[in-house]
């Protein structure tokens, strides 16, 4: 048996520009599997070729061991879909969508009430099945979209950025979800995201840039992989101290806002020999692990930040409200 996500090869091209650039992976079952990077690296893109909505330029892929181009139907049959923009049809009630999409999916007759009320439960809105989905919060329709994707028992849900334009304490909500859903036998998790924080709970990363994966592991060895502790020092001559640290330390520096950034073996050793001898005055300093951020910073020499939420991120925050 082969792994439940296999991709060699991948490639999207639109003209001239091609958005992903060749992507192979395998994702195990029952994993959660997220693709870590800024807007615009083909994150999207990747997961619209695996869930069938758009078609790959090159290479291969398959899902619970159907092709992706050849056996479409199957592969829709076997995944659960949640995208970046709301789908539910607003005017109907939490359990006439369920029910749509029942029909949709060729859920037995027999089957769809206990199935309503199976998935329901999973994202704790079984009270609130009866009302009309316009009256719910952002972070209720995420959820009813969440159950939505679950009707079908799909073996592998494809999440496009599960926790875009919502707040910090739903987007924790989601996650418990998605969690709860990680126990329950079978499903797998693959998921898009820009966040650091959610990328830490996935079980392996793909870290992508400019249409291709750059790393992939688990967050703790991609993290490991950075090696040493990281130190941020502001200074009073932030110039003259990125030269001074590079000729006394053989460290690589590398400025980012006000501070200045570095690694070394053994961080609390290091900071008590360096603040007694480094001559330019020290404003702030600071040791700390390395994070996902820093693992980005050092594949790529750039940072992926918050600040990289899109105009169109904003947008689709106002359409779906702060809740
Ligand atoms: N239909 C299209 N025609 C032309 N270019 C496209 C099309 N769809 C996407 N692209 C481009 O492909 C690249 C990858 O886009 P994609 O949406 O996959 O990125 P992403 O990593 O998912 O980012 P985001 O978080 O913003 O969705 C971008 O440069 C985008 O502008």
């Known amino acids: 048996m082969g792994h439940i996500v296999e991709v060699s090869g991948l490639k999207k091209r639109y003209k001239k520009f091609e958005a992903v650039t060749g992507v192979d992976?395998?994702?195990?079952?029952g994993e959660i599997f997220g693709f870590l990077g800024p807007n615009g690296a083909g994150k999207s893109t990747t997961i619209n070729m695996l869930s069938t909505i758009i078609k790959p330029s090159e290479g291969k892929a398959s899902i619970n061991g159907y092709d992706i181009v050849e056996e479409k139907n199957k592969v829709r049959a076997s995944i659960g879909l949640i995208f970046q923009e709301s789908t539910l049809d607003e005017k109907l009630t939490a359990n006439e969508n369920l029910l749509l999409h029942c029909k949709f999916y060729g859920v037995a007759k027999d089957k769809r009430k206990e199935r309503i009320q199976e998935v329901l439960e999973i994202v704790d809105l079984t009270d609130k099945r009866a009302n009309i989905v316009e009256t719910f919060s952002g972070g209720m329709k995420r959820r009813l979209e969440i159950a939505r994707g679950?009707?079908?028992?799909?073996r592998?849900?494809?999440l496009d950025e599960?926790?875009?334009g919502l707040d910090p304490q739903t987007r924790n909500?989601?996650?418990?979800?998605i969690l709860r859903l990680k126990k329950k036998a079978g499903i797998t998790i693959f998921l898009t995201t820009h966040y650091m924080d959610e990328a830490e709970i996935c079980d392996r990363v793909a870290v992508m840039d400019q249409g291709k994966l750059i790393a992939l592991d688990t967050p703790d060895q991609l993290k490991t992989n950075v090696g040493g502790d990281i130190i941020e020092v502001e200074t009073e001559n932030n110039q003259a101290a990125e030269a001074l640290l590079e000729e006394m330390y053989s460290v690589e520096v590398t400025a980012a806002g006000q501070a200045l950034?570095?690694?070394v073996d053994k961080g609390s050793e290091f900071l008590v020999k360096f603040v007694?001898?480094?001559d330019i005055p020290i404003c702030t300093v600071n040791l700390r692990r390395p994070t996902l951020n820093d693992v980005f910073l050092t594949l790529t020499g750039r940072e992926i930040r918050e600040e990289t939420v899109s105009g169109k991120d904003k947008m689709k925050h106002l359409k779906r409200g702060p809740h």
């Open 25 to 29: 992976l395998q994702v195990e079952e």
């Open 173 to 177: 909500h989601i996650w418990e979800y």
């Open 162 to 164: 599960p926790t875009v």
């Open 156 to 158: 592998v849900l494809f």
């Open 150 to 154: 679950l009707l079908h028992y799909p």
């Open 276 to 278: 007694k001898e480094f």
């Open 261 to 263: 950034t570095f690694q």
